[in-house]
């Protein structure tokens, strides 16, 4: 039971992560800010926001896990990077997809050949299910794939594995809150050099500023807090291909709002993911973290 409550949780945090592009893609469009500032304002604001979380916490038990704090802000800095700077140049749906397919491909053959561990069939099922799923499902037409925002993708998508490594090496450490708070500070400080000036932060209106607090506050320190959670009871691998159904999430908001339609090819990727979302609530394929 405590086994499905991490995949709720981490799906949960998966669709709260599926809303980023969408309001990044209104601020890149509508205010002077760039895909970096916006990456520098999203993990600076989040970090009060977790502290304020935390306040209510008991002592810290334990010895502070530095390593863990770093990678998860090495991580958040560059994801946020790569992601956001990829999304003028691919688009929301190729960006993402790029970004959360690599990790958990990555993870599963590094798992495999070199931690020697062995896989569930489901769990490759799961694999192939949701790459193929994914694949289908972005196939939208956008011309051409652009060289550059495949790579940044990919560069997003190596900053996910060192955020997924430094919160497996916080699980230890209670209360783990304000340690994410202390990750986003630290993924701020590395973007210091992307800081938008305060001429640019003047000229932000109102609904502008309710996007930058709603990236803080809900996919991100929210978001995390559940990512957490979920950490605690299945494996970093599962974490991930749970996480594939972000994409799936942007592009249904891009259907709403912007009124795209889905092909038939693209509603089969639906169901692909959804199998692998089946198939990863099988007790066979949720293995405890270790």
């Known amino acids: 039971m405590k086994q499905l409550e991490g995949v709720f949780l981490t799906l949960l945090a998966a669709v709260l992560w599926g809303t980023v592009g969408i309001s990044v893609k209104y601020l890149m469009l509508h205010s002077h800010l760039s895909a970096e500032n916006i990456a520098f304002m999203r993990l600076m604001l989040a970090a009060p926001m977790l502290m304020l979380f935390s306040l209510r916490f008991q002592k810290p038990?334990?010895?502070?896990?530095?390593?863990?704090?770093?990678?998860?802000?090495?991580?958040?800095?560059?994801?946020?990077?790569?992601?956001?700077?990829?999304?003028?140049?691919?688009?929301?749906?190729?960006?993402?997809?790029?970004s959360l397919c690599l990790p958990p491909l990555l993870l599963a053959f590094y798992s495999a050949l070199v931690l020697r561990e062995k896989l569930h069939l489901n769990l490759w099922g799961a694999i192939f299910l949701g790459v193929v799923g994914l694949g289908l499902v972005t196939q939208v037409s956008h011309g051409h794939l652009n060289l550059?925002?495949?790579?940044?993708?990919?560069?997003?998508?190596?900053?996910f594995l060192l955020t997924l490594k430094g919160s497996q090496l916080i699980l230890g450490w209670q209360p783990q809150t304000p340690l994410l708070a202390l990750g986003f500070l630290a993924g701020g400080i590395?973007?210091?050099?992307?800081?938008?000036?305060?001429?640019?932060?003047?000229?932000?209106?109102?609904?502008?500023?309710?996007?930058?607090?709603?990236?803080?506050?809900i996919p991100s320190a929210l978001a995390y807090i559940l990512f957490q959670r979920g950490l605690k009871t299945i494996s970093s691998l599962t974490a991930g291909l749970i996480t594939l159904f972000e994409p799936l999430v942007s592009m249904v908001l891009a259907v709403l709002l912007f009124s795209e339609v889905l092909l038939p090819l693209q509603w089969l990727g639906v169901a692909c993911v959804s199998l692998m979302l089946l198939l990863l609530t099988r007790k066979n394929s949720v293995q405890n973290s270790t």
């Open 61 to 98: 038990v334990g010895p502070f896990p530095l390593v863990g704090v770093l990678l998860l802000g090495l991580g958040h800095a560059v994801y946020c990077y790569g992601y956001f700077r990829a999304i003028p140049l691919t688009g929301i749906s190729i960006a993402v997809t790029v």
């Open 148 to 159: 550059q925002g495949l790579m940044l993708s990919g560069l997003a998508g190596i900053g």
């Open 190 to 217: 590395f973007l210091l050099p992307y800081a938008p000036d305060l001429h640019q932060l003047r000229q932000l209106a109102a609904v502008e500023w309710g996007h930058l607090l709603y990236l803080a506050l």
